[in-house]
């Protein structure tokens, strides 16, 4: 089983980045996904997450608005855009798969927001 982040790195603020989470080893579309991140010294918090199917999406109230998750089952990936990116959302962002009692982590990308 692999979870594969890519697509972090420095943006300025108001900046965008998008977040790709390549899964393979397991039946991506059975999966609910979702985005975590941890900033330094801070507990892990969920970001967003979808539906195995991508009909139901969920926001951390910080991020509602800016940030968009998206997935291609056909493709094995779960994205996450982001746009209007604050120095706040700085963090190392992870990917997370679960079905059931079942669940997967990603090692993380980084994520810098700064002028």
């Known amino acids: 089983v692999q979870l594969v982040e890519s697509g972090g790195g420095l943006v300025q603020p108001g900046g965008s980045l998008r977040l790709s989470c390549a899964a393979s080893g397991f039946t991506f579309g059975r999966y609910a996904m979702s985005w975590y991140r941890q900033a330094p010294e801070k507990e892990r918090e969920l970001v967003a997450v979808?539906?195995?199917?991508?009909?139901?999406?969920n926001y951390a109230d910080s991020v509602k608005g800016r940030f968009t998750i998206s997935r291609d089952n056909a493709k094995n990936t779960v994205y996450l855009q982001m746009n209007y990116l604050k120095p706040e959302d700085t963090a190392v962002y992870y990917c997370?798969?679960?079905?059931?009692?079942?669940?997967?982590w990603g090692q993380g990308t980084q994520v810098t927001v700064s002028s």
């Open positions: 997370y798969a679960q079905f059931r009692v079942q669940s997967f």
């Open positions: 979808i539906s195995s199917a991508g009909g139901t999406t």
